[in-house]
């Protein structure tokens, strides 16, 4: 499963609109979704001028779902530790 394919997959036809970062059906998060597909080929342009594109997500529920990019929650990385591959 590629998630950058230009071509949409089958299974992003059933998603619905999430209006929270995670599955509508049972709110396990997008890191738990079984296959992910991001639409990069039809950004949205937002009042201040950023891109946002939809995300989908086909969760382990067998529900489908799709959210904005510019709705994912910020991500934490204080916590990781410090790379330094030189």
């Not at 080929?41 to 382990?60: A, G, I, L």
Request: charged residues 20%; negative net charge.
């Amino acid at each position: 499963m590629d998630a950058f394919a230009p071509i949409p997959p089958e299974w992003t036809n059933q998603a619905i609109h999430a209006y929270e970062f995670c599955c509508p059906n049972c709110k396990s998060s997008s890191l738990e979704a079984e296959k992910v597909w991001l639409n990069r080929r039809s950004p949205v342009m937002t009042e201040d001028h950023r891109r946002k594109w939809q995300e989908f997500y086909n969760c382990h529920c067998g529900c489908v779902w799709w959210a904005w990019s510019s709705d994912r929650p910020p991500t934490d990385l204080s916590n990781q530790p410090d790379f330094n591959p030189f």
